[in-house]
Protein backbone atom coordinates (compact mmCIF):
# COMPACT_ATOMS: atom_id res chain seq x y z
CA UNK A 1 0.00 0.00 0.00
CA UNK A 2 1.27 3.49 -0.57
CA UNK A 3 -0.13 4.89 2.43
CA UNK A 4 -1.78 3.14 6.14
CA UNK A 5 -5.45 2.57 5.91
CA UNK A 6 -7.46 5.68 8.08
CA UNK A 7 -10.24 6.43 9.42
CA UNK A 8 -13.17 7.57 7.08
CA UNK A 9 -13.35 11.14 7.29
CA UNK A 10 -17.20 12.78 7.35
CA UNK A 11 -19.05 16.50 7.49
CA UNK A 12 -21.93 16.87 9.51
CA UNK A 13 -23.75 20.32 7.82
CA UNK A 14 -26.01 20.68 10.67
CA UNK A 15 -27.27 24.49 12.41
CA UNK A 16 -29.38 22.27 15.50
CA UNK A 17 -26.31 22.38 18.30
CA UNK A 18 -28.54 19.69 20.00
CA UNK A 19 -28.51 17.23 16.82
CA UNK A 20 -24.90 18.29 15.10
CA UNK A 21 -23.42 17.04 18.23
CA UNK A 22 -25.46 14.09 18.88
CA UNK A 23 -24.44 12.95 15.31
CA UNK A 24 -20.89 13.97 15.58
CA UNK A 25 -20.46 11.59 19.02
CA UNK A 26 -22.25 8.43 17.78
CA UNK A 27 -20.41 8.72 14.23
CA UNK A 28 -17.17 9.10 16.40
CA UNK A 29 -18.19 6.49 18.61
CA UNK A 30 -17.99 4.27 15.19
CA UNK A 31 -14.61 5.03 14.43
CA UNK A 32 -14.93 7.80 11.71
CA UNK A 33 -13.08 11.54 11.93
CA UNK A 34 -16.31 13.84 11.89
CA UNK A 35 -15.63 17.33 11.01
CA UNK A 36 -18.92 19.58 11.71
CA UNK A 37 -19.80 23.36 10.15
CA UNK A 38 -23.53 25.27 11.24
CA UNK A 39 -23.76 27.38 7.41
CA UNK A 40 -23.64 26.59 3.97
CA UNK A 41 -20.59 28.76 3.07
CA UNK A 42 -19.11 27.37 5.61
CA UNK A 43 -19.70 23.61 3.57
CA UNK A 44 -18.26 25.09 0.81
CA UNK A 45 -15.65 26.14 2.18
CA UNK A 46 -14.43 22.79 3.85
CA UNK A 47 -15.19 20.74 1.24
CA UNK A 48 -12.41 23.07 -1.03
CA UNK A 49 -10.03 22.85 1.61
CA UNK A 50 -10.59 18.71 3.14
CA UNK A 51 -11.33 15.64 1.70
CA UNK A 52 -13.99 14.11 3.26
CA UNK A 53 -15.60 10.49 2.55
CA UNK A 54 -19.10 11.37 2.73
CA UNK A 55 -20.90 14.82 4.13
CA UNK A 56 -24.51 14.47 5.68
CA UNK A 57 -26.01 17.66 4.79
CA UNK A 58 -29.00 19.35 5.96
CA UNK A 59 -31.34 21.80 3.75
CA UNK A 60 -32.54 24.47 5.88
CA UNK A 61 -29.22 25.52 7.15
CA UNK A 62 -27.91 29.68 7.47
CA UNK A 63 -26.22 31.60 4.42
CA UNK A 64 -26.84 28.75 1.69
CA UNK A 65 -29.49 26.23 1.74
CA UNK A 66 -28.29 22.75 1.48
CA UNK A 67 -29.62 22.04 -1.64
CA UNK A 68 -27.55 24.77 -3.36
CA UNK A 69 -24.69 23.55 -1.06
CA UNK A 70 -24.94 20.42 -3.18
CA UNK A 71 -25.42 21.86 -6.65
CA UNK A 72 -21.77 23.82 -6.05
CA UNK A 73 -20.08 20.56 -4.97
CA UNK A 74 -21.41 18.90 -7.68
CA UNK A 75 -20.30 21.59 -10.25
CA UNK A 76 -16.71 21.40 -9.14
CA UNK A 77 -16.66 17.40 -9.84
CA UNK A 78 -16.49 16.63 -6.78
CA UNK A 79 -18.20 13.07 -6.47
CA UNK A 80 -17.98 13.23 -2.74
CA UNK A 81 -21.67 10.76 -1.38
CA UNK A 82 -23.94 13.53 0.20
CA UNK A 83 -26.62 12.35 3.02
CA UNK A 84 -29.65 14.23 2.85
CA UNK A 85 -31.38 14.86 6.43
CA UNK A 86 -33.93 16.91 6.41
CA UNK A 87 -37.18 17.64 8.45
CA UNK A 88 -38.64 18.22 4.74
CA UNK A 89 -40.52 14.58 3.90
CA UNK A 90 -42.88 14.63 1.02
CA UNK A 91 -41.90 12.95 -2.13
CA UNK A 92 -41.29 16.21 -4.11
CA UNK A 93 -38.39 17.21 -1.27
CA UNK A 94 -36.93 13.70 -2.04
CA UNK A 95 -36.74 14.20 -5.63
CA UNK A 96 -35.53 17.59 -5.86
CA UNK A 97 -32.58 16.26 -3.22
CA UNK A 98 -31.73 13.76 -5.32
CA UNK A 99 -31.88 15.95 -8.62
CA UNK A 100 -29.71 18.43 -6.98
CA UNK A 101 -26.75 15.43 -6.89
CA UNK A 102 -27.78 14.19 -3.43
CA UNK A 103 -27.12 10.42 -2.87
CA UNK A 104 -29.30 9.35 -0.41
CA UNK A 105 -32.02 11.39 1.77
CA UNK A 106 -33.68 11.04 5.25
CA UNK A 107 -35.93 12.91 6.71
CA UNK A 108 -36.11 14.11 10.83
CA UNK A 109 -36.63 12.81 12.68
CA UNK A 110 -34.93 9.35 11.83
CA UNK A 111 -33.60 6.14 13.71
CA UNK A 112 -29.85 6.42 14.15
CA UNK A 113 -28.55 2.37 13.05
CA UNK A 114 -30.51 3.44 9.81
CA UNK A 115 -28.59 6.09 9.71
CA UNK A 116 -25.47 4.52 10.34
CA UNK A 117 -25.86 1.59 8.08
CA UNK A 118 -26.58 4.23 5.22
CA UNK A 119 -23.55 5.93 5.90
CA UNK A 120 -21.58 2.46 5.79
CA UNK A 121 -22.97 1.40 3.06
CA UNK A 122 -22.46 4.92 0.92
CA UNK A 123 -19.07 4.94 1.93
CA UNK A 124 -18.58 1.57 1.00
CA UNK A 125 -19.64 2.06 -2.26
CA UNK A 126 -18.01 4.85 -3.12
CA UNK A 127 -14.72 3.23 -2.43
CA UNK A 128 -16.27 0.42 -5.19
CA UNK A 129 -16.13 2.37 -7.59
CA UNK A 130 -12.76 4.01 -7.17
CA UNK A 131 -11.31 0.56 -7.46
CA UNK A 132 -8.47 0.53 -9.59
CA UNK A 133 -7.73 -1.87 -12.15
CA UNK A 134 -4.69 -4.29 -12.34
CA UNK A 135 -1.67 -3.33 -13.65
CA UNK A 136 1.92 -5.43 -13.93
CA UNK A 137 4.71 -4.76 -12.55
CA UNK A 138 5.89 -3.86 -15.97
CA UNK A 139 4.14 -1.59 -17.92
CA UNK A 140 4.51 -0.76 -21.66
CA UNK A 141 3.21 1.88 -23.67
CA UNK A 142 4.74 2.90 -26.83
CA UNK A 143 8.22 2.96 -26.96
CA UNK A 144 8.32 3.76 -23.50
CA UNK A 145 8.21 1.48 -20.18
CA UNK A 146 7.93 1.88 -16.64
CA UNK A 147 8.70 -1.01 -13.76
CA UNK A 148 7.22 -0.55 -10.94
CA UNK A 149 9.16 -2.42 -8.63
CA UNK A 150 12.32 -1.62 -9.92
CA UNK A 151 11.60 2.20 -10.35
CA UNK A 152 12.95 2.97 -13.58
CA UNK A 153 12.10 2.86 -16.87
CA UNK A 154 12.46 3.80 -20.77
CA UNK A 155 11.45 6.93 -22.09
CA UNK A 156 10.37 8.47 -25.42
CA UNK A 157 13.73 7.69 -26.95
CA UNK A 158 14.23 4.40 -25.50
CA UNK A 159 17.19 5.71 -22.46
CA UNK A 160 16.81 4.45 -19.51
CA UNK A 161 15.51 6.87 -16.41
CA UNK A 162 15.37 6.45 -12.28
CA UNK A 163 12.06 7.37 -10.81
CA UNK A 164 11.43 8.50 -7.34
CA UNK A 165 8.63 6.91 -5.14
CA UNK A 166 6.08 9.57 -5.66
CA UNK A 167 6.34 9.60 -9.19
CA UNK A 168 6.17 5.56 -9.56
CA UNK A 169 2.56 5.85 -7.28
CA UNK A 170 1.01 8.20 -9.35
CA UNK A 171 1.94 6.78 -12.23
CA UNK A 172 0.47 3.71 -11.34
CA UNK A 173 -2.88 5.53 -9.98
CA UNK A 174 -3.20 6.90 -13.25
CA UNK A 175 -2.46 4.09 -15.03
CA UNK A 176 -4.86 1.70 -13.01
CA UNK A 177 -7.50 4.25 -14.06
CA UNK A 178 -6.34 4.72 -17.67
CA UNK A 179 -8.84 6.53 -20.10
CA UNK A 180 -10.48 8.44 -16.66
CA UNK A 181 -10.06 11.34 -14.89
CA UNK A 182 -8.68 11.12 -11.51
CA UNK A 183 -9.26 13.90 -9.41
CA UNK A 184 -7.02 16.35 -7.90
CA UNK A 185 -8.18 15.45 -4.58
CA UNK A 186 -8.32 11.81 -5.15
CA UNK A 187 -4.12 11.91 -6.20
CA UNK A 188 -3.26 13.88 -3.10
CA UNK A 189 -4.96 11.97 -0.95
CA UNK A 190 -4.22 8.65 -2.51
CA UNK A 191 -0.37 9.78 -3.59
CA UNK A 192 0.32 11.73 -0.83
CA UNK A 193 -1.81 10.94 1.81
CA UNK A 194 -3.02 15.01 2.72
CA UNK A 195 -6.30 15.00 3.70
CA UNK A 196 -5.90 18.62 3.98
CA UNK A 197 -5.00 19.88 0.86
CA UNK A 198 -2.03 22.40 -0.37
CA UNK A 199 -1.94 25.44 -2.19
CA UNK A 200 1.43 23.96 -4.62
CA UNK A 201 1.24 22.63 -7.62
CA UNK A 202 2.71 19.85 -6.99
CA UNK A 203 0.92 17.10 -9.18
CA UNK A 204 1.28 19.80 -11.97
CA UNK A 205 5.16 19.97 -11.90
CA UNK A 206 5.01 15.84 -11.80
CA UNK A 207 2.56 16.17 -14.57
CA UNK A 208 5.09 18.22 -16.45
CA UNK A 209 8.22 15.73 -15.90
CA UNK A 210 6.30 12.78 -16.86
CA UNK A 211 5.59 14.98 -20.87
CA UNK A 212 9.33 15.45 -20.52
CA UNK A 213 9.91 11.98 -19.80
CA UNK A 214 7.12 10.60 -22.31
CA UNK A 215 5.87 12.75 -24.82
CA UNK A 216 7.49 13.21 -28.29
CA UNK A 217 5.63 16.78 -27.76
CA UNK A 218 5.25 18.08 -24.10
CA UNK A 219 3.32 21.04 -25.36
CA UNK A 220 0.48 18.52 -27.23
CA UNK A 221 0.34 15.26 -24.93
CA UNK A 222 -0.91 11.88 -26.25
CA UNK A 223 -0.42 10.37 -22.64
CA UNK A 224 -0.48 12.66 -19.75
CA UNK A 225 -3.58 15.06 -19.66
CA UNK A 226 -4.38 17.56 -17.36
CA UNK A 227 -8.37 18.10 -17.41
CA UNK A 228 -9.01 22.24 -16.06
CA UNK A 229 -10.73 22.04 -12.92
CA UNK A 230 -11.08 18.76 -12.33
CA UNK A 231 -7.98 16.34 -12.70
CA UNK A 232 -5.37 14.66 -14.48
CA UNK A 233 -5.68 11.28 -17.17
CA UNK A 234 -3.27 9.30 -18.73
CA UNK A 235 -4.60 7.61 -22.31
CA UNK A 236 -2.22 5.21 -24.37
Not at 17 to 25: F, G, N, P, Q, T
Not at 164 to 184: C, D, F, P, Q, Y
Not at 198 to 218: A, H, Q
Amino acid sequence: MIRAEKKASLLIVEDEESLREALKLNLELEDYEVTTVISGTSAIKAVKQEYFDLIILDIMIPEMDGLTVCENIRIQNNDVPILFLSARNTSNDRIEGLKKGGDDYMTKPFDLEELLIRVDKLITKNKKLKERSYVPDTYTFGKCKIDFSAQVGKDKDGKNIELSKKEIALLKLLIEHKNEVVSREHILQAVWGYNVYPTTRTIDNFILNFRKYFEKDSRSPKHFHSVRGVGYKFTE
